[in-house]
């Protein structure tokens, strides 16, 4: 269509494409009318240059986040795994916690896994299986100081262990000791000589945690069939090792552990983690909240480069003004500091000046005007 | 017997990983000029980033991230490559 060639320019590439659809098979003159005010109403609802959209941004984000707060003990844990909804988890990702209270994966299987073939034995091969899962008895033997430690025949089975891989496990791990299996009783008997009762009970709450097969971190399985293809959803997070898998598709397969994906995937794909994350709660109390709102949050968090929480560590550390980080959280300290080294505050964006009781320098996308005053002769 | 390999994945194509290309020096002079600003004013990117280390990008170039956002389709982001 060459009438609306040129507001292809004009337009973002959706709403041109849009525009293209809707107007298939009208007449020129008339879809030209069609382009004209669309393009109108577009020019009308961008954001004024000025407007301050960060202070808008906060403010839509925060007012249902008061409303939050109220449902979060309503809704907490979904009904099969245990999942930080609501406030926390909106606090957790905008902080840029390292740590999350509750990390999760969603395993994303390659075809013909995902149509569900053998689905269990699939998703129990990347749970994290220790020694204490297929143990059931322990016990120190002070006569000959060895550690019996009786296994489950019918574990094993299920997580299909074998003998010979508990056995590799164990020596490969712990250094100079002896362990053989007799009728499922693993003996573990050190080389050296006497060895204390201390000693020997270190040894068993060691062995207690010595990783067998799987993969590490991930402490929980659960295959569910969402639409037409299975996934397996796990608690517990480790992506680098998944995508390793090679079964898995890794392609989709994310991580709610926003860190990882920037350590894994790169600053990029972290943004559009948090996007989703942070929408999916807003989404899942059924309030409203622009993505705009939430995009800006996200660009801000990794515009260094590498995710810098919302918090007196992160973005706030990073503002030029010594009065503008001492008025967001421990105020005495960075006036301390500053005083210290003798920093200027050139007073140049908004909290300073309110405390001054000054007009602010607000909005974004302003222009500085600089004139060149000329002498005007009388 | 666990298949654990300690090495990172390098992740090629991934639904959350837009597209990165790096600018050439022409193209990059004229995104500068165009908005007025310079390099360092640009958001940044490490060339650590996984994303990035096939274009072999060093400080100093910048990067163009070929966004798919809901609202807008596809969208053009800059990022400059720092060094830490």
Redesign the interface.
Known sequence: MATLKEYQDKL??????ELKDETKGMADSKAKKVAEAVYEEFRMSRVEPGESVGLVGAESIGEPGTQMTLNTFHFAGVAEMNVTMGLPRIIEILDGRAKIKTPMMEIFLKNPYNKGKDIKKIALSVRETVFRDIATEFLINLADSTIEAKMSKKKMDDLSVTDN?VL??ITGTVKGITARIKENVLIVKTKGKEESLNEIYRLKEKLKDI??????GIKQVLPVKREDEFIIITAGTN???V???EFVD???T?TNDIFE?A???????AR??II?EVYKVIESQGLNVD??HI?LVA?TI?????IKGITRYGVVSEKSSVLARASFETPIRHIINASLVGEVDELTSVVENVMLNQPIPVGTGLPGLVTKSTKVDK | ?????K???I?K??????K?VKLSEKDKKSLLEKYHINLKEL????AT????QALGAKSGDVIK?V?H???????N?Y?GV?NE
Do not use: W, Y
Request: charged share 30%; proline share 7%.
């Open positions: 973002p590439p959706k709403l041109f494409e891989m590799k496990a990783f067998i097969k799987g993969v590490k992506l680098n090792e995508l390793q898998l890794e392609e989709r994310i994906i350590d894994i995937l790169g600053i990029e794909a559009q983690a989703n993505i705009r995009m660009d990794c515009s260094a480069g590498r | 017997m666990a298949r654990r390999k090495k990172k994945f992740a194509k991934h639904t959350l990983m837009p990165h958001p940044k990117i490490l980033d996984p994303a990035i991230i966004r956002s809901p609202t807008a389709g596809e969208i982001f990022r720092a």
